[in-house]
Every structure is written in structure tokens, then in C-alpha cells.
């Protein structure tokens, strides 16, 4: 039996989640998840997605929301980490339109700061989560370390996600080891080959996990969030398989 806190991101089983939510809800339960991250409620309020939750036995750990929602709604993110009764709040993602250059991003990411420090104040805390895009360089810095570097680091922290990471052709050990004290959450996701470079169940591809999970454990990481994008396979099963292998972990 392993020690980690694993969840499952959610987007991992949406093609299920979108045909029935109690009902894959109960089988991410029977598979091992005792602990999700929310990605969407697929057509159903914040207070009826959180019952299903409970229905199932389930509990989140953390919730993606959108920028405009931290940045212009804060009040709101709030409101939906009481209900789902978790601490981090996770951008998804932020829109290429405000983002063209590096000033975009240092702007970005002073926004972030003002809304992350309003957020911490209800007692949440916001966090980021990368995929390839932000490794592009301006200069001789990342569009990542410019969105860091513009925030405090108590008013956004990192999840980082060691797929989008690799993809860009960094080493997810060494980020996770440049923002320890500051990557709370950290998404598991695999990598089938370098050639292809497609999704993968986790432990089955080439990302060296006991490098990683060491590197996170001394980082301070909390939660180790399985996520795969696309599944080769049924998404259940896909979840099941790095289900088995985070608990081992």
C-alpha cells in the first residue's frame, strides 16, 4: 500500500461523466479514487455535482476554474470552494489573446497576485496549471517564470503537470525542484514514447516517476493528481490502470 494522496482529475472520464455523472462517479469510487479534482459539473449545479459526490463516497481535493472567474469573480470561486469544501483552486488555463508577449504574461500574473491574495483571505488558494505553451521563451525567460515571477508566491502557487512539461522538452524533476515550497499540487500524467509523445496510463511510459515523486515529497507537494487527456483505451479503464499504480506508490 503506498503513502501518496492521489486523486483523479475528472476530465480524465468526461465522455462517462457526460452520459451519466452518479454512475461514473460510483465506479471511480470502486476503482480506488477516494479523492477527485472537478473540472465542470456536465450540466448540473455546484450543490447537485458536490451530492453526487457524496453519493458516490467520494470528496475533492481541488477544482479547475476559469481566469475570468478568479480575476473578475472572485466572490463566486469562493463560493464553489465552500461547497465542494477544498482548499486549492486551479486555473486551467489562460486565453492566447492575453498572452502574446512577455508583457502579457507579467500582466497575467499581477492580476493573479491581486486575485490570489483576495482569494487567501476566504481561506483558498490559487494555483496554475501549465501545459506546453508556457515554456515558450521570451528572451531568456519562460512565458512560465514571467506569470510566476509577477506574483507572490503565497498568492499563486504551481500545479504542475509533468505530461505538458516533458512535452515541452523540459525536465519535470528540475521545475518541480525550481518552484519547491510552491507546487502544491502536482498532475500525474505519463508519456507513452518520445516519438509519439502521447498520453499514457501512469507508471506505463517513460516519465521517471521515482525521480519525480521523490523530487515533489521534498517540494512539499500535497496531492498527486492522475490526469490523461486522451485515453487509447476505454477512460475507465485507463483510470483504473494508474489507479492501481498510485497506490503502490
Avoid at 463516497?57 to 470561486?77: F, I, M, P, R
Wanted: hydrophobic share 40%; aromatic share 10%.
Amino acid at each position: 500500500m503506498g503513502t501518496l494522496k492521489f486523486a483523479l482529475q475528472l476530465y480524465t472520464v468526461r465522455d462517462h461523466l457526460e452520459k451519466d455523472v452518479s454512475g461514473t462517479l460510483a465506479k471511480v469510487k470502486k476503482m480506488g479514487y477516494d479523492w477527485v479534482e472537478g473540472a465542470g459539473t456536465y450540466g448540473l449545479t455546484h450543490d447537485a455535482f458536490r451530492k453526487c459526490l457524496n453519493a458516490a463516497g467520494l470528496k475533492a481535493c481541488s477544482v479547475h476554474v476559469g481566469y475570468e472567474d478568479v480575476t473578475q469573480h472572485a466572490s463566486n470561486v469562493v463560493e464553489w470552494a465552500r461547497v465542494y469544501d477544498v482548499k486549492y483552486v486551479v486555473i486551467s488555463s489562460i486565453d492566447s489573446r492575453l498572452t502574446p508577449n512577455r508583457e502579457g504574461w507579467t500582466a497575467c500574473g499581477k492580476a493573479l497576485d491581486v486575485a490570489g491574495a483576495a482569494l487567501r483571505k476566504s481561506g483558498v488558494q490559487l494555483c496554475y496549471h501549465n501545459h506546453a505553451h508556457e515554456f515558450q521563451r521570451f528572451g531568456d525567460e519562460y512565458a512560465y517564470d514571467l506569470l510566476f515571477g509577477a506574483a507572490k508566491r503565497e498568492n499563486l502557487t504551481a500545479q504542475i503537470d509533468t505530461f505538458w512539461v516533458r512535452y515541452a522538452g523540459l525536465d519535470p524533476v528540475t521545475l518541480i525542484k525550481q518552484y519547491s515550497g510552491r507546487c502544491p499540487l502536482l498532475h500525474v500524467k505519463d508519456m507513452a514514447d518520445a516519438d509519439s509523445r502521447a498520453f499514457a496510463e501512469a507508471g506505463s511510459g517513460i516519465l521517471p516517476w521515482p525521480d519525480i515523486f521523490a523530487a515533489a515529497a521534498k517540494a512539499g507537494t500535497e496531492w498527486y493528481i492522475v490526469e490523461q487527456d486522451v485515453c487509447a483505451r476505454d477512460s475507465l479503464e485507463s483510470a483504473e490502470t494508474s489507479a492501481k499504480f498510485m497506490a503502490r506508490q
